[in-house]
């Protein structure tokens, strides 16, 4: 009970709510903790929370069976021309670090402006790539998209490093001019603030650009290089190297005036930086933005299927945040977070939730009973259930943001990847969990494995509505339905009560397997 005087607590159930959707699962003391200080309080903690970081892994040359010819580590290919260290990390973070929520955020931008380890397995330059998505989850979108657009890896993924002007028959190449538009910014149909499409005289949808628009972007994005690695010295194309920013070589960028989106002119003989600050700016003003990026924000962190009325609400948001400032992230995570269908301790509308992605299923289970893990087996997991961290199988994401749950018309983006082979493995994933050993890897320096922590539910055995009720809570925010709580009661109660902690165990196992609260509701 709150003191006397003192602020109401949230409500118990919404508080776990928010924790699942600001944090990569709820644990009990958060959910205290968020009680106690409101949604307000809990978000500003979180932007003012110390930033996470991921190791600055060594450069390792393009060429890596040479260097691992000559290298004395037996694991060199793994730890250089892999991401495995990098995956191992990112589940360290965000099993252990305080700032939730930016890992959040960065985790759901890392999935719009996607790069690939299956094209670039240099875990130096993935790392740096995606230190960049933490560092700017919650600035500005304009800031953030030129960031993006002069990274080498993206350079290097979407094929913009090295991009000559025309010469002969040779064109610039329009791989990023295509997707910085289809998939990072704007989407490929005009819209309405609230994400629906905007259909012409005739009840057609209307193009946002055209092959043209697609040209004049890929003549801008010309004459970007990589960073000078140290020692070297600057040419017209650089050795492949992925820390800092792309730099521009005059002699390969195209100085002609160039027609971007809606017709825009971006005019002649401007310098490099001013070309690409004017491209920036002409992507990040398009009216589209809004509701493309900020709904699937939302479906990232909220809810699969928002209304409409939920994406005009944080379009407007994207489109000033209350000072005049077009594109504040901070102020669009805070607008998704705190609207009306993103708060409440319980949701009737039968279309409103999300299936765990898997990532965020492993995290959410291993949170709530306070693992120690060194990242290695919730790597090893995530590709098993369908999502290989960092290893998109192209720039569309492991899923599409358009998916719809089969026999339905509901959005359902994380369904895309249920399968019959993927359901079993989670399965395989929490029967393993709760009930095996996960030893070190013997060939990881420092490995310590994988050790969930039992006692809290182990205490509570000895009574299986107890048990049950602490699952219920802390797993599902108070919607395990009557059935399913009697029959996990019934369940735990055939175990004997001098047996706790395979109560415990068993009992966890029935939950996070259960279609209750694989789907987030």
Not at 385 to 412: K, M, R
Request: glycine share 8%; proline share 7%; aromatic share 10%.
């Amino acid at each position: 009970m709150a003191p006397a005087g003192a602020a109401p607590l949230m409500e118990q159930a919404d508080a776990t709510r928010l924790l699942e959707q600001t944090t990569f699962g709820p644990t009990d003391a958060l959910v205290a903790h968020v009680q106690a200080e409101g949604v307000t309080a809990w978000l500003n903690e979180q932007f003012a929370a110390p930033e996470s970081r991921y190791p600055a892994f060594p450069y390792a040359p393009p060429d890596g069976t040479t260097f691992c010819a000559t290298s004395t580590n037996p694991n060199c290919l793994r730890d250089n021309y892999s991401l495995f260290l990098l995956q191992n990390a990112f589940f360290v973070n965000a099993l252990t670090k305080p700032d939730q929520l930016r890992q959040r955020v960065a985790f759901a931008l890392s999935q719009i402006f996607v790069t690939s380890g299956v094209d670039i397995n240099a875990v130096y330059g993935m790392a740096a790539y995606q230190q960049l998505l933490l560092d700017d989850a919650f600035g500005n979108f304009q800031d953030l998209l030129t960031q993006v657009t002069l990274s080498p890896v993206m350079g290097d993924y979407l094929n913009m490093v090295n991009n000559n002007k025309a010469a002969g028959s040779v064109q610039p190449n329009e791989n990023y001019a295509r997707e910085v538009m289809q998939l990072f910014s704007i989407g490929v149909w005009e819209l309405n603030e609230d994400g629906s499409l905007l259909l012409d005289a005739q009840g057609a949808p209307i193009a946002t650009y055209t092959q043209d628009t697609v040209a004049g972007f890929a003549t801008l994005f010309t004459g970007w290089t990589y960073p000078l690695m140290p020692g070297a010295v600057q040419g017209s194309h650089n050795p492949k190297y992925f820390l800092g920013s792309m730099v521009g070589v005059p002699a390969n960028h195209d100085f002609g005036a160039k027609t971007l989106l809606e017709g825009t002119l971006d005019a002649a003989a401007k310098p490099m930086a001013s070309d690409l600050a004017f491209a920036m700016q002409n992507i990040a003003q398009h009216p589209n933005v809004g509701p493309f990026i900020g709904k699937q924000l939302i479906q990232k962190l909220v809810t699969g299927n928002p209304s409409p009325q939920y994406v005009a609400r944080v379009s407007a948001v994207f489109d000033n945040d209350g000072t005049g400032i077009r594109g504040n992230l901070k102020a669009v995570v805070t607008a998704i977070l705190t609207d009306p269908e993103a708060r409440g301790d319980a949701k009737t509308d039968a279309g409103y939730g999300k299936l765990r992605e898997p990532v965020l299923f492993l995290t959410a289970a291993a949170r709530a009973v306070g693992t120690a893990s060194d990242g290695v087996y919730f790597m090893q997991q995530a590709r098993n259930l369908g999502q290989d961290l960092f290893n998109s199988p192209s720039v569309f994401n492991y899923y599409p943001p358009d998916y719809v749950v089969p026999g339905t018309t509901l959005l359902g983006p994380e369904f895309a990847l249920q399968n019959a082979s993927t359901m079993i493995n989670r399965y395989n994933f929490a029967n393993g969990f709760a009930f095996g050993t996960i030893a070190p890897l013997a060939t990881l320096p420092g490995a310590t494995g994988t050790q969930p922590n039992w006692s809290t539910l182990q205490n509570l055995a000895a009574n299986p509505a107890s048990l049950v009720a602490e699952l219920n809570s802390l797993l599902m925010h108070g919607t395990m339905p009557a059935a399913m709580q009697a029959t996990l009661s019934t369940a735990i109660g055939q175990i004997p009560a001098a047996d706790p902690l395979t109560r415990a165990k068993t009992a966890f196992y029935l939950a996070i397997t259960s279609p209750q609260y694989q789907v987030e509701r």
